[in-house]
């Protein structure tokens, strides 16, 4: 029986949305985040405690035996063939010849071409969705696939379970994972974790206003600058991440 269903389709938790229901959800980190509350909101608040413990939980027993990985991010936005996208298909093989599983965040654009890389290889394909209001759903290359509540349990899931970030060309939510990981390399939250951006030209300019102001400025140390590995080159970005003991 073929599904005939029109309209947009989303994800709550295992829940499935469709048509006038789709339109009308509303995210789990929307409503965790909602100052202005309900009359009940301890009630809920301690609930949604318990799911929160339940989406760790989830994510611990799911990748506990996940061999060394690196997780891989940039936009979901890019077309098939932008230069991105092929770079991250190639990193995605390149990883897997290496003996790593890839981790993304499982949508289309940069993360579908790496999950794609690394499948094609051979290697172990992950992604990690998240609920949102215009989610896409997980790609056909994660081999592992967990969707997620909220976006922290996913951000630690990322962390844990990777020896290295490689950042390629994105929006937001890419900017929040590196930032993110260089706080955590930078206040040694994390250690010897290396951070590969690739994408020389979409990079050098936030590099150069980094190093011009807030640099400059004082705002960071020159060693935090170090903490970032800016190629074009996928070899390159692989040595560096083993160099690196990721």
Not at 107 to 118: F, I, L, T
Not at 141 to 156: E, T
Request: hydrophobic residues 40%.
């Amino acid at each position: 029986m073929t599904n005939s269903h029109k309209g947009p389709e989303r994800h709550r938790g295992p829940v499935t949305l469709r048509r006038e229901a789709a339109n009308q959800l509303v995210t789990a980190d929307q409503r965790l985040l909602d100052s202005r509350g309900r009359q009940d909101w301890r009630v809920g608040d301690a609930w949604r405690a318990l799911r929160i413990q339940a989406e760790f939980v989830e994510g611990f027993d799911t990748l506990s035996e996940l061999p060394s990985a690196v997780s891989v991010f940039g936009s979901a936005r890019s077309k098939p063939d932008s230069p991105e996208c092929v770079m991250a298909e190639e990193l995605g093989a390149a990883l897997a010849h290496a003996g790593y599983a890839v981790i993304t965040g499982g949508g289309p654009g940069v993360m579908e071409a790496a999950n794609k890389g690394c499948s094609e290889a051979g290697g172990l394909s992950v992604g990690l969705g998240i609920e949102l209001p215009f989610e896409q759903g997980l790609n056909e290359w994660c081999d592992i696939g967990i969707d997620f509540r909220y976006f922290f349990a996913r951000k630690v899931m990322f962390l844990k379970y990777a020896q290295a970030f490689v950042v390629l060309p994105g929006g937001l939510g890419t900017l929040d994972e590196l930032f993110e990981s260089l706080t955590l390399v930078q206040t040694h939250k994390v250690t010897e974790f290396p951070v590969v951006l690739m994408g020389v030209d979409y990079w050098t300019g936030l590099l150069d206003w980094m190093r011009a102001t807030m640099l400059a400025d004082g705002k960071v140390s020159p060693g935090d600058l170090d903490l970032i590995h800016l190629t074009d080159d996928v070899g390159d970005a692989v040595r560096h991440i083993l160099a690196a003991g990721g």
